[in-house]
């Protein structure tokens, strides 16, 4: 991207991490990761004394599910790095990339089509990427039916009704309409399409019946699991990335790179209670891993054409 003038925030971040660097030289890292570890520390940000790192998520239907779901592993962050990690609650997918182009927060979880789009218009770079519950940094994309549903593949959805997701999801928008042209099956051969605001909504209106099919991220397909039933599965990608802008300080970025790295996968049974997004931990992310999306918005545009996202 070339160099890049630093924001001043950014600087008071490097500034931090190199302050705090000098003073713990000497000094025992466990014994500050116990201190920094502490629910009553951890939480209480009034006395804490250190400089904000916002991480923004969607606040979804219940914010305070999100917090209850998010909190932890701002605990933990704040625990392994010099930063006192805080949440960020976005209403929407523009919100959080609102939040990424103004500043608002360091850190936004986004689709892949968000992240490509982030990419080119104001220099997002993907920082980590979650694992799944097998311990791969990859998702896909699954057509979910109410069971006992006489469909039996993607073909047979032709004249029938059909729910996505927003036109920034990857997992109920992009790919399944990939996977659809792959099959053969043009829009115009479905009945009814419409297009929801999450993928939870998108389960909603498969179960209440008012859509035969509709496509999901797979971690919600299983989630709905005892109700609905897979259609068709795309084959995996890299799961969606947290990212940061280009201008954040290089020892910053990998401060807290390695501190979501430090999260153990064997341990995610001892977090349940985490967001199921973040409980697995997570693997490196570049933007080279997300080459292939870029290929499929190619012959799949969302709502630009595919011309806002990029080349490889």
């Known amino acids: 991207m070339g160099a890049q003038k630093l924001h001043p925030r950014w600087y008071q971040l490097s500034s931090t991490l190199a302050l705090t660097t000098v003073l713990s030289l000497g000094c025992d890292r466990a014994e500050r990761v116990d201190r920094g570890s502490s629910s009553a520390e951890s939480r209480d940000s009034s006395n804490d004394s250190r400089v904000a790192i916002g991480y923004g998520v969607m606040a979804g239907d219940d914010p305070g599910l999100?917090?209850?779901?998010?909190?932890?592993?701002?605990?933990?962050?704040?625990?392994?790095?010099?930063?006192?990690?805080?949440?960020?609650?976005?209403?929407?997918?523009?919100?959080?990339?609102?939040?990424?182009?103004?500043?608002?927060?360091?850190?936004?979880?986004?689709?892949?089509?968000?992240?490509?789009?982030?990419?080119?218009?104001?220099?997002?770079?993907?920082?980590?990427?979650?694992?799944n519950r097998e311990s791969q940094p990859v998702t896909q994309s699954v057509f979910v039916v109410r069971r006992g549903s006489p469909l039996r593949d993607l073909v047979d959805l032709k004249g029938r009704s059909l729910a996505l997701g927003s036109f920034h999801s990857t997992w109920s928008n992009l790919i399944p309409r990939h996977e659809l042209l792959r099959a053969g099956v043009s829009l115009e051969d479905l009945e009814r399409l419409e297009?929801?605001?999450?993928?939870?909504?998108?389960?909603?209106?498969?179960?209440?019946?008012?859509?035969?099919?509709?496509?999901?991220?797979?971690?919600?397909?299983?989630?709905?699991?005892?109700?609905?039933?897979?259609?068709?599965?795309?084959?995996?990608?890299?799961?969606?990335?947290?990212?940061?802008?280009?201008?954040?300080?290089?020892?910053?970025?990998?401060?807290?790179?390695?501190?979501?790295?430090?999260l153990d996968f064997h341990q995610a049974q001892e977090r349940q209670?985490?967001?199921?997004?973040?409980?697995?931990?997570?693997?490196?992310?570049?933007?080279?891993?997300?080459?292939?999306?870029?290929?499929?918005?190619?012959?799949?545009?969302?709502?630009?054409?595919?011309t806002c996202h990029g080349n490889p």
């Open 195 to 262: 297009h929801f605001d999450n993928d939870e909504a998108v389960a909603a209106a498969v179960l209440e019946g008012r859509f035969d099919a509709g496509a999901v991220e797979d971690v919600v397909a299983y989630r709905h699991q005892e109700e609905l039933e897979p259609l068709h599965a795309s084959d995996p990608l890299p799961s969606d990335p947290l990212v940061i802008r280009d201008d954040l300080p290089t020892r910053v970025s990998q401060t807290v790179r390695e501190a979501f790295l430090s």
């Open 273 to 306: 209670h985490w967001d199921e997004n973040v409980r697995y931990g997570f693997a490196p992310a570049a933007d080279s891993d997300y080459h292939a999306v870029r290929e499929i918005l190619k012959t799949v545009p969302t709502r630009c054409e595919g």
């Open 66 to 131: 999100t917090y209850k779901g998010y909190q932890p592993l701002m605990d933990h962050l704040t625990a392994h790095t010099p930063f006192l990690f805080q949440l960020r609650l976005a209403r929407t997918s523009d919100d959080l990339l609102r939040y990424v182009e103004e500043r608002m927060a360091e850190i936004v979880p986004l689709s892949s089509v968000s992240y490509l789009e982030s990419h080119v218009q104001f220099g997002a770079v993907p920082l980590v990427r979650p694992l």
